[in-house]
């Protein structure tokens, strides 16, 4: 058994930096961790000892996205499980080390292929960082669907859950639902223990986000986006997310979707500890601008941004959480500690994942090696270390931790 001690980081805790700092992993985990000199070798009892100088670099809890459609060319929720898996290495490369795989409103057919194609992903571990499914729809508000197909959308109807439910084979672990719709409240009330709901795409008003609250559900889907605008008589689901301290809210940090200012007021009001960074990502995430056609959608790329085919309408994004965690920790001038709640704590709060999301003795070794903050050099999931993919602005340095 070798045991890996890394020195010499800068590591990222719940509530502080360690400067200059070790850690220690063994057996998948975090054996543990402090500031300055490591551990005497004798305390190991003759294990081998293999040690990394990180040269001043962050040592980050692995990033954690609860919406993410897919990668590297592929739709995580296209049915195919080869397709699962490239999407699901796309993001683990750049440091995801988990997410829930999304499944975007398509024929009911669809979404049941998809939800058993991720699954078995899960059960057989060929996708390590997928811990779940997200279900976004298919009880979405038509006035509100924005790349999502307009055909597949359906009132709340409690055959229609149970079936997905099934389809999960166990790994559903949220749903994103319009709680205007007739019976999204009381499928919301009767199954809240079941699952997160989350508000999104939703044309109604802070009413009916008031109604879904109470009635169980705990999170909001992409913040401000499908849903109404606000304004000074009528602020809407936004402003009354913002305000209800029982809720966390998603943003997607891609420059497209929020303007500086939105995601500055956002983090100003529901403060670090309630905001999620998502990627609500694409297949085309990872490549090139282009033409890309994917499950029931075609779909446009133009200076990093995905639009539906032929319109102006957003249709997710092809962001990385190291991207947005880079550019929300500029633009609000966040503390590492603040940047890391944002990308992995406050995600395993909403799931109730206790033993991920930040770095802490006994839990397992999930790790993002940065020598930035933000984009990742090296990447451990479970204490298992995978090559990292670091953008080319981004100064990298190797390490044998292979």
Request: hydrophobic share 45%; proline share 5%; aromatic share 4%.
């Amino acid at each position: 058994m070798t045991v890996r001690i890394l020195t010499n980081g800068r590591l990222v805790l719940e509530d502080r930096v360690i400067d200059n700092g070790w850690l220690v992993v063994r057996d998948g985990v975090i054996d543990s961790l402090g500031p300055g000199e490591p551990p005497e070798p004798r305390r190991f009892n003759g294990a081998a000892l293999d040690y990394v100088d990180l040269e001043r670099q962050w040592v980050l809890p692995g990033y954690i996205d609860l919406h993410c459609h897919g990668g590297g060319g592929r739709a995580i929720y296209s049915g195919d499980i080869e397709d699962v898996r490239i999407a699901a290495a796309a993001h683990l490369g750049r440091g995801t080390t988990s997410m829930l795989a999304s499944i975007a409103s398509a024929r009911l057919e669809t979404m049941i292929a998809a939800a058993e194609a991720i699954g078995a992903a899960i059960d057989d571990n060929s996708a390590p960082n997928i811990r779940g499914i997200h279900f976004e729809g298919p009880f979405l508000s038509p006035a509100r669907r924005g790349a999502q197909t307009a055909t597949a959308l359906r009132l709340p109807d409690e055959g229609v859950f149970r079936t997905l439910m099934r389809a999960a084979g166990g790994h559903a672990a949220s749903m994103t639902i319009a709680p205007e719709l007739d019976g999204a409240i009381e499928l919301i009330r009767r199954h809240s223990d079941d699952i997160v709901f989350c508000v999104g795409h939703t044309d109604g008003g802070a009413e009916a986000f008031q109604a879904a609250v109470d009635a169980g559900a705990r999170h909001v889907t992409h913040l401000f986006n499908a849903m109404p605008g606000i304004t000074h008589r009528s602020p809407g689901p936004a402003i009354r997310a913002l305000l209800d301290p029982r809720v966390t809210v998603e943003l997607i940090a891609d420059g497209h979707h929020l303007a500086a200012d939105t995601v500055r007021l956002a983090l100003s009001t529901a403060g670090t500890r309630r905001g999620v960074l998502v990627t609500d990502a694409m297949a085309a995430a990872g490549l090139e601008d282009g033409r890309y056609a994917f499950v029931d959608r075609t779909v446009d790329v133009r200076g990093g941004a995905a639009y539906l085919h032929g319109t102006d309408t957003l249709a997710g994004s092809t962001l990385f959480i190291g991207d947005a965690a880079a550019r929300v920790g500029a633009l609000a001038d966040l503390s590492p500690v603040d940047t890391a709640r944002l990308t992995s704590a406050n995600a395993a709060r909403v799931l109730g994942w206790a033993d991920r999301g930040v770095l802490t003795a006994g839990t397992p070794a999930d790790l993002v090696i940065s020598p930035d903050g933000a984009h990742a050099s090296a990447v451990a999931i479970a204490g298992h270390w995978r090559p990292a993919e670091v953008p080319p602005d981004v100064a990298r340095r190797e390490f044998a931790l292979n």
